[in-house]
């Protein structure tokens, strides 16, 4: 499996037989600059459908779109009722984490989750491999939230998104340092893309940072 960072929520997930899943597609606006999603791809998730994470017709190749719970393409999709704040969804309103397995690997896509998950919702989500998490705060969970749930989930690998950058620059929102202090594990590549293999998953959890590919 590999999985490409395409920017803010928005990763392409390619499996060992080509079939490619694109989360979160984005629109591009004044503080959100990511060059526009001209990507092809057989599966769109979305989270919620906030414009920022919602823009399916940006994404080529007429995929099957997953909202939540679903089967496409022979993948299973389970999808997690949460939300987007931590008022019950008064502020931002609902949110869907969507989990999946991909070559023997299960990835789970936090979309904008805005508060901690309850022991119930942690015990729906199950095993997960691959954790793709928002870190940047304000719009989302912020850096503590993100590594309290990181330590209560275990993944094997950690992929922070949605937070402040070059690209991104949503005065509230934080920067990816503040969720990488302090943790063991940390590998900063120079590249948009990351390859996994089942039965090569680290022992012990790994955080990796992608630079946008857009």
């Not at 998490?133 to 989930?153: E, H, M, N, S, W």
């Not at 340092?177 to 039965?199: A, N, P």
């Not at 959890?205 to 992608?210: D, F, G, S, W, Y």
């Amino acid at each position: 499996m590999k999985i490409k960072w395409l920017g803010h929520a928005s990763l392409m997930i390619t499996s060992e037989t080509g079939t490619k899943i694109i989360t979160d597609p984005y629109v591009t606006d004044e503080n959100l600059n990511y060059g526009e999603i001209k990507e092809s791809a057989d599966i769109v998730t979305v989270s919620h459908e906030h414009g920022d994470h919602s823009n399916v017709s940006a994404v080529r190749g007429n995929p099957e779109v997953v909202r939540g719970t679903a089967k496409a393409k022979g993948i299973e999709f389970k999808g997690i009722p949460t939300y987007h704040d931590d008022a019950e969804g008064k502020l931002r309103g609902n949110n869907a984490i969507i989990c999946f397995e991909v070559d023997g690997i299960r990835v789970c896509h936090l979309g904008d989750l805005g508060h901690q998950l309850s022991a119930q919702q942690v015990a729906e989500l199950g095993k997960i491999d691959i954790l793709l998490i928002p870190v940047g705060g304000f719009y989302t969970i912020d850096a503590k939230v993100a590594g309290q749930l990181c330590d209560r989930l275990k993944p094997k690998v950690i992929i922070p998104m949605h937070f402040k950058n070059d690209k991104c620059t949503y005065p509230t929102i934080a920067g990816v340092d503040e969720f990488l202090k302090g943790k063991e594990g940390v590998s900063r590549l120079d590249t948009s893309e990351v390859e996994f293999k089942q039965g090569e998953l680290p022992v012990t959890t790994k955080t990796v940072v992608l630079e946008p590919a857009l």
